[in-house]
């Protein structure tokens, strides 16, 4: 079949956008308007703590699955991973492949986490320890994971919107700004996220995240069907275009566009620039092991054997939509081409929808081209609306549980009291997130994610391997993992050329989030996990070692619950 060329921004007709805009707002309507009954009917059945922070374990290993699915493929997997595969080609991908290869790492985990542990991260150290000084700790650390990552997913919704209805160029939508709609968008998904923590708990969230993960995949099985036919289901076709597309020719398909770049005479930076892929694979491979709003959910089904069962076939369902990213982003090189992409969004978030839009209209014309575009907009919208509530869930939980029902009230909470402090965490998480993301949505957050990402990994999870496998660790390396793992990485941050002394080496152009005029860069890679995450195991280590405190009892039952689930609900 013929490829059509592309076509220019300024040959779109505005009515089929305008179509499209309609419909865009009609879809997300429709799965607002869906979540919302469905969290009302959640809300008939939370009664008491199992089923607010665990959906009364009664979802099955498949329903899980999904539910950690959607969990997992957040805004920045749907679009930011595709994005950078249509722009920086071979090298985008190594992202999928991070994200990917970090589940296997999961499934040994997911049995040992749901045998140990209740609710929360902290469940787990807080078995073998002193409970207050331990789950203080946790707290610190969920909440920082998630609150960082909230704000980047609320960003990225408003700067969503903007760009979908067409006011990223200074037009306007009923009456609205670009700047009134980003934050109107992020006040609304705020409210969202709140109403359904608040009222459905873990069981609304679990279904939102189903519908969600079922809807993402369809849609995105769909349109890349429609991209291969367009390439008459041939991959070297639609590489070969992608390629000559990019302006990179065969370099496009090969490393080193963006990662380990090699600098001419420069032996240091070529140097640091291969650390900062190494360090960028650590941070995606073991913080998703440690990611709060994952670990929870491997509470919600009935024992240890379902939770590994649901990450089998999340796995399964991952991999299928990474390899779906290759002919999205490979066909939005090909079909819309790296100018047009950047035009609307430099970071490459616009490249499905464009994608998406340039399709229908080779396949179905103008119609095709306003339905298809509104599809992929309501999805990309419903995926940042799901991941948002599970961490509002994951942050209050811990608030709730850790740090109120065990430190504030001794571990003597009334259900009650504690379900409540949980609705009204979610209140006060989701308050604070919405003005944090509304004071930040003319920066760039990008880094936010990849940030929680490296928290985890260096705070949470020398915590988690060090409780499950060695009798020596104790309370006071609980706290040095947590608060090392998490000082080294924020403060490697602040000094890294993310916050500053980052120029465009062509332009002079400041990329940095600090202002030109600061700079404080020390650090001189990007992602901090390489440093950060032998930091927080060293800390863990050398603070149990520093420490008398000693329970081999206390360890070799925790050993056997990991290994059985026995006990595991009755704590």
């Known amino acids: ?260 770049v090699e600098v001419p005479g420069d032996a240091a930076r070529t140097l640091f620039n291969k650390l900062d892929l190494i360090s960028l694979g650590l941070a995606l491979v073991l913080g998703t092991v440690a990611l709060p709003h994952i670990l929870i959910r491997f509470y919600t089904v009935p024992d240890g054997r379902a939770a590994r069962s649901s990450v089998n076939r999340t796995i399964a369902m991952v991999g299928a939509f990474y390899l779906m990213t290759l002919a999205l982003g490979f066909g939005a090189a090909a079909l819309v081409g790296s100018e047009r992409i950047t035009a609307l969004d430099p970071s490459g978030n616009s490249a499905v929808p464009l994608l998406a839009e340039e399709v229908g209209r080779q396949t179905a014309g103008p119609v095709g081209a306003a339905v298809l575009l509104a599809l992929i907009s309501a999805v990309a919208l419903a995926t940042i609306l799901a991941v948002i509530a599970s961490l509002t869930l994951a942050s209050s939980s811990s608030i709730a549980h850790d740090l109120f029902g065990h430190v504030l009230m001794w571990g003597r909470p009334r259900e009650s009291q504690e379900v409540g402090v949980a609705r009204f965490s979610a209140c006060v998480i989701g308050a604070l997130a919405i003005a944090l993301a509304v004071q930040a949505q003319g920066q760039n957050v990008a880094f936010l994610v990849g940030l929680a990402f490296a928290i985890a990994a260096a705070a949470n999870l020398p915590v988690i391997v060090l409780t499950l496998f060695w009798r020596r660790f104790n309370t006071r390396g609980v706290e040095w993992g947590v608060y090392g793992g998490l000082s080294a990485t924020l403060v490697l941050m602040l000094l890294s050329p993310v916050m500053s002394g980052k120029t465009d080496p062509v332009t002079g152009e400041n990329l940095s989030v600090l202002p030109a005029w600061i700079d404080i860069q020390v650090f001189p890679m990007e992602n901090p996990a390489l440093v950060a995450v032998p930091v927080g195991f060293a800390c863990a280590i050398v603070g149990s070692l520093l420490s008398r405190e000693r329970n081999s009892a206390r360890f070799t039952e925790l050993r056997v619950r990991s290994l059985t689930g026995w006990g595991a609900d009755r704590d």
């Open 1 to 260: 079949m013929e490829i059509l060329a592309p076509v220019p921004p300024s040959t779109v007709l505005d009515t089929p956008i305008q179509t499209a805009h309609a419909w865009t707002i009609g879809l997300c309507a429709l799965f607002v308007l869906v979540t919302l009954v469905i969290t009302v009917r959640a809300r008939r059945t939370t009664q008491g703590a199992v089923d607010f922070y665990a959906g009364g374990r009664g979802f099955s290993s498949t329903q899980n699955g999904l539910a950690l699915t959607g969990d997992y493929l957040s805004a920045a997997s749907f679009l930011g991973i595709a994005g950078m595969i249509a722009l920086q080609g071979y090298d985008g991908f190594l992202y999928s492949i991070g994200f990917l290869v970090a589940w296997l790492l999961v499934l040994p985990m997911a049995q040992l986490t749901r045998n140990t542990g209740r609710f929360t991260m902290a469940d787990l150290p807080a078995f073998r320890m002193r409970r207050m000084r331990v789950r203080l700790a946790c707290t610190v650390s969920t909440v920082t994971v998630c609150v960082f990552y909230l704000v980047a997913q609320m960003v990225g919704a408003g700067a969503l919107v903007s760009v979908l209805l067409g006011l990223h160029d200074g037009g306007t939508f009923l009456g609205l700004s670009a700047g009134q709609a980003r934050t109107g968008a992020i006040v609304l998904v705020g409210v969202l996220m709140i109403v359904y923590v608040m009222y459905g708990g873990m069981k609304a969230a679990t279904w939102l995240q189903i519908i969600k993960a079922v809807v993402l995949l369809t849609a995105s099985g769909l349109l890349t069907v429609l991209v291969l036919a367009l390439f008459s289901f041939d991959p070297r076709a639609l590489l070969g275009g992608a390629a000559e597309a990019s302006g990179h020719g065969q370099a496009f398909l090969e490393p080193g566009l963006r990662f380990g």
